[in-house]
């Protein structure tokens, strides 16, 4: 087997591994980070506004994930385990290879999925996972 990655914590029983070997493949595509800072602005009269730096905002992460039963995966297990731990409001670290992503934990922002295959029986057999994750800092 050859981890990739992972998104999990300790504490949690819903954890997706991403990994490649003969009977699984489960991975993501499209994996883009964004960081930002902010800037007050203060209003002057008859001038443009003056520009402050505040600081660093939080950082952002979003990228696809590939559900394909054919791969051996099942797309409506590991996307439950997502919507568990968005809805229940964990707190995630993100491992790409066998380092932590980012200074901080990472929460689900948003999630979506699109399912792409379905048998004539209602089974999602393929799907794509939309998912992006918020710093959550301290």
Known sequence: MNLIGAIGSRRLRD???????????????????????RFAKHDTLLKKPISQYVGPDLDNLSMKIVLDSNWGVSPADEYNKLMRIQRDGHLVIF????????????????????????????????????????????
């Open 15 to 37: 954890v997706i591994m991403f990994e490649v070997s003969s009977e699984k493949v489960l991975t993501f595509k499209n994996l883009q980070r964004r960081n930002s800072v």
């Open 95 to 138: 491992l790409l290879g066998f380092r932590i992503l980012g200074s901080f934990r990472w929460r689900i922002d948003s999630l979506g999925i699109m399912k792409d295959l379905i048998t004539n029986r209602g089974v999602v057999t393929r799907a794509e996972v939309d998912i992006s994750f918020e710093e959550y800092a301290r």
